[in-house]
Structure formats: structure tokens, C-alpha cells
């Protein structure tokens, strides 16, 4: 996938004549290389600090001469190799898969091949919370509460989706066998340590902006609904600014099996399940599922359930899908190298 995607970047930047550089600097990723070189303005506010303050810290570290797509394609691309080979240890280890591993290869080629996975390797905060995700998540089935708390606690202050992240962690180190005093101090734990890291960035946005919930005014800078019923009108994009077209409708397709891959999850895991709705429903304020392939790229418990179920399908139907999810993929992360909308 990787060798598939950098490549493509390449020989699109060659063939329409744009450096390698521009290809991989397009719609957010431009927007933290301006952060990173420029700090924040009200606007970038929306953008949570600790991907742009990781790659910040570590371009100083190398000299400061290096471009910031470079190091955040590079860093994001570690933070999802360290992510396989953790699933892939504790898979090796376990013997029955939780579901935060998969169970098949097609598992892997699903979530991989998700149609904006292209956003787990490049310079987008998707990878790391890709990794601390998964580092929350796997402590609290594991039951190591302080570990879970502080990777939720970092999840916080990396995309707006830590918060749910936090509450999944919670709910899975409440599950574990014990009395209910016990279960309680758990839940308390992780969620007391993901609330006071909430509540440091609040402070640092009020320090730093002078206004702690900066990064919800920033988001006035796009679509969003005033009502219920405009939420729900844009999943068949009646509200004013839509201009439908099919691009929009399979985002709405994705959607469509994610929440299918949510239910099937809850037959696991209800917190895990309950992550996956969450995720999806908070983009229905905006007023449609316009960023649901990048979203999505995240929910790997969804996106294994998704896989597994696959595999377990007959191959007339297995292999088409998987053909189709190929070409999406491939054509989303060829329109993000361009300047089309890729998420």
C-alpha cells in the first residue's frame, strides 16, 4: 500500500508536472505545514496542537531544513508500521483475537485499503491517532488503567475523536470482572485523566489564543446545520449548498457500511461499537458524510469486523468488492496528489 500510494504521488507529480513536494502538501496537510512554519491563526485553530508540535519538534531536531510534509509523511508512516506490528504481536500472542485484531487477511486489505487510508502514512494527524488509539484502546481490554488513561489522554489533544476515544477506554476497563466499586474506580480513572487533559487544553487555548474553545469557533469557517432536521436531510444532500453527484453518494456507500460494521462490532464489544456510531454521527452537524472516507480511516475495529465479515463471503461477491474498494482507493489518493476533494 505504501510502495502503491507514494508511487502514484510520484508519477502524477511527473506526468502533470508539479513537484513531488506540492503533491503531498494538498487540503490539511498545507494546513499544518502552516502551522508547523507559521504558527496558528483563528482559522487553524480547528486543528488540534500535538501532530504539528511533534512535527515541529522533531524538523528542529533535524536542523530545520527539512520540509514539513517530509517529516509528517515520514512520521505517520512509522506511527502506522508501529500500529501493524502491534496488532500483529497481540494477535500472535492472544489466543483468541480481540476485536481489535483481525482475524483474516482480508481484515488487513480492508482497513489498508479503506478509500482515504492514503491519510495514515502522509502528513495528516491520522497516523499518530492511529497509534495512540489503538494504544488506549488495547490497554483498556487489557485492563492496564493507567496505561489507557494516558493514551487517551494524549488521543485528547490530537483530533477531536480522542474524546471518544476516552470514553471507549473507560467503558472497556469498566467491563472487566470485580465488584462494581472497583469497576467504578477503573472508569473514573481513565475518564478523570482524559477530562483533566481536556481541561489543559482548554487552558493552553486560552493562554495561547485567549479563547479555550478556539478550536470549536474555528470550525464556523466551514458548512455546518442549525438544525436536527438539516442533519438528517444531508444524508440525501437536500440542504442548500449541496450540488449531489456520485462522489458524494459513495461517501454515503462508506458510510453506509460502517454503520453496518458498528452493529456487527456491538455482538463483541458494546464500547467498541459505541466508538464506531460516535464517530459517525458527529459528522452529520456539518450537514452530509463529505469527510467520511477520512474519518473512517481511523475506525480499525470497524473496518476489521468489516474485513472478516468479507472473508467469510463467497468469492463472486469477495472479490468484486474487493476490486471495487481497490479502484476507490486508488482514485481518492490520486485526487488528494491533484488538489481534488480526497476526504
Known sequence: MLVHHFGLWAWTAFRRGFPFLEAIDRWDSHLYTRIITEGYDPALRAFLPLYPATVSLLRTLLGGALPPQVI?????????????????????????????EP????????????????????HHTEGLFLLLSLGALASAWDRHVWRAAAFAALCVWTRNQGIFVAITAALLVARTPGLWPGRLARFATVGGVALASFGGFLLFQARSAGDPLAHL???????HVDSLWGAIRGLWFGNEWHQPGWWLGLRNLFGAVWLAGAVAL?????????????????MLPQGDLGNAFRFGAVMFPVLFRVGDWLAERPAWLRWPVALLALWLNHKVTHAFSIGSWAY
Do not use: D
Not at 512509522?78 to 476485536?99: D, E, H, I, K, M
Not at 483474516?104 to 502522509?122: D, G, K, N, Q
Open 72 to 100: 509528517g509523511s515520514a512520521l505517520s508512516s512509522l506511527c502506522l508500521l508501529a500500529f501493524a506490528a502491534w496488532v500483529s504481536w497481540r494477535g500472535a500472542r492472544q489466543g483468541a483475537a480481540s476485536p481489535l
Open 103 to 122: 482475524r483474516t487477511v482480508w481484515a488487513w486489505f480492508f482497513f489498508l485499503y479503506s478509500p482515504a487510508s492514503f491519510a495514515l502514512h502522509s
Open 217 to 223: 469557533h474555528a470550525q464556523q469557517n466551514w458548512h
Open 266 to 282: 456491538s455482538r463483541r464489544s458494546l464500547p467498541l461499537a459505541l466508538y464506531g456510531l460516535l464517530a459517525l454521527l458527529v
